[in-house]
């Protein structure tokens, strides 16, 4: 691809629009990213070149806004990402909540196709496996993500061969999926009756969710500001019931952006504890 088609004006100018739209820092050499999850938008929409696309989008064309918004914010997921907050959860954690008189409520933000959220859901199921009498009072497990095409596929719950194969346990697989059409695997209906999952912009406010005993906002944070962090992990922090858990990515921290947690160490790995008001 030639600069005439996507010169560093129009990066600059589509990476402006993409902070604006959902706080996503794309910085100075992004280009290659841009390029790639671009380029079938434009050829779909027959386009002249990126740079024409772009003009369409920061011109306010909703249905090309929206479109660049899908492309740019639909990452790589995994099943049991890094293996140590659920590992967490089932050792450690659920059992502070396990007795409790109120339905237990976990928040998967930015969850993309359901993995971190169905990859919580199948922990408690394990959980609950030796201990038949826990969580009485239900649970609750809401994954959100700005992404329509994401949040449809995690509600229909179907997985291909490529999907299961990252880093799904064979055991798990056993246990919690049935076939599907065309060689994919449906989780069963005991997974999906703990899920709930609906659009939220990070950028937006989160009170229309109500409080949580644990929330998941891994490997998101990465992709923003440190003004915008601080805006997210404020927001979050309000969400929290005193003594909630926050788990972040294994390459994140709080440092600098918030003095609302504590940090627990495990072995292995750590997560934040909100700090009582």
């Known amino acids: 691809m030639t600069e005439k088609e996507f010169d560093q004006q129009h990066y ?4 402006y629009f993409l902070e604006r ?10 280009q290659y990213l841009v390029r790639s999850r671009l380029t079938p938008l434009v050829k779909q929409g027959h386009f002249a070149s990126i740079n024409t696309y772009i003009d369409s989008v920061v011109k306010g064309n909703r249905q ?20 140590y907050p659920f590992k967490l959860l089932e050792k450690n954690i659920l059992s502070q909540f396990s007795s409790k008189a109120k339905p237990l409520r976990i928040w998967s933000s930015a969850c993309s196709s359901g993995q971190e959220a169905n990859s919580i859901a199948m922990t408690i199921l394990n959980f609950k496996k030796q201990q038949a009498n826990s969580f009485r009072a239900g649970i609750e497990i809401l994954g959100t993500d700005i992404s329509e095409e994401m949040l449809q ?58 409080k949580f005993e644990i929330i998941f906002c891994r490997n998101v944070l990465i992709y923003f500001s ?19 858990i926050l788990f972040l990515g294994a390459s994140e ?3 600098g952006l918030s003095d609302k947690f504590t940090m627990v160490r495990c072995n292995p790995g750590l997560y934040y504890l909100k700090k009582p008001l």
């Open 64 to 83: 090309h806004q929206a479109a660049a918004i899908e492309a740019m914010t639909t990452n790589e997921t995994m099943w049991f990402r890094d293996d």
């Open 153 to 210: 596929r995690c509600r229909l719950g179907e997985y291909d061969q490529m999907a299961i194969s990252r880093g799904l346990p064979e055991q798990f697989k056993k246990d919690y999926f049935e076939p599907a059409d065309h060689g994919k695997l449906r989780l069963k209906s005991q997974v999906k009756a703990l899920t709930n999952f609906k659009s939220i912009n990070l950028l937006d406010s989160y009170s229309s969710l109500g």
């Open 226 to 244: 440190n003004e915008v962090k601080k805006q997210i992990l404020q927001k979050i922090a309000a969400c929290l019931q005193d003594d909630g």
């Open 12 to 15: 600059v100018s589509f990476s």
């Open 21 to 30: 739209a959902c706080g996503i820092v794309l910085g100075e050499n992004k």
């Open 253 to 255: 921290s709080l440092s």
